[in-house]
Nanobody, 112 residues
Framework: QVQVVESGGGLVQAGGSLRLSCAVS????????MGWYRQAPGKQREVVAI???????NYADSVKGRFTISRDNAKNTVYLQMMSLKPEDTAVYYC??????WGQGTQVTVSS
């Protein structure tokens, strides 16, 4: 039973920052990759960032240089630090874990 619980979303102005957190249970956290996805209104869910068990990262081109994914294996938590936010970043952000179901997500709204 893989469970993820996202938090940290909110309403920010363009250019602002947010830090999302995802608490994970039900897996051996330190040997698994983790990721963040997002879904904007009327669009499909898309990958934002992935972090491997070894700490290697990959980002969507749209967020590269602005977002940072990280993990704290001692806390079974993955983070997404979002900076220089743009209105097009507005979406529900979901935490991904292997064999996990999509959770409720956390809403990020960026106003212009």
């Amino acid at each position: 039973q893989v469970q993820v619980v996202e938090s940290g979303g909110g309403l920010v102005q363009a250019g602002g920052s947010l830090r999302l957190s995802c608490a994970v249970s039900g897996i051996i956290f330190n040997i698994n990759p983790m990721g963040w996805y997002r879904q904007a209104p009327g669009k499909q869910r898309e990958v934002v960032a992935i972090i491997t068990a070894g700490g290697s990262t990959n980002y969507a081109d749209s967020v590269k240089g602005r977002f940072t994914i990280s993990r704290d294996n001692a806390k079974n938590t993955v983070y997404l630090q979002m900076m220089s936010l743009k209105p097009e970043d507005t979406a529900v952000y979901y935490c991904w874990a292997p064999r996990g179901s999509w959770g409720q997500g956390t809403q990020v709204t960026v106003s212009s």
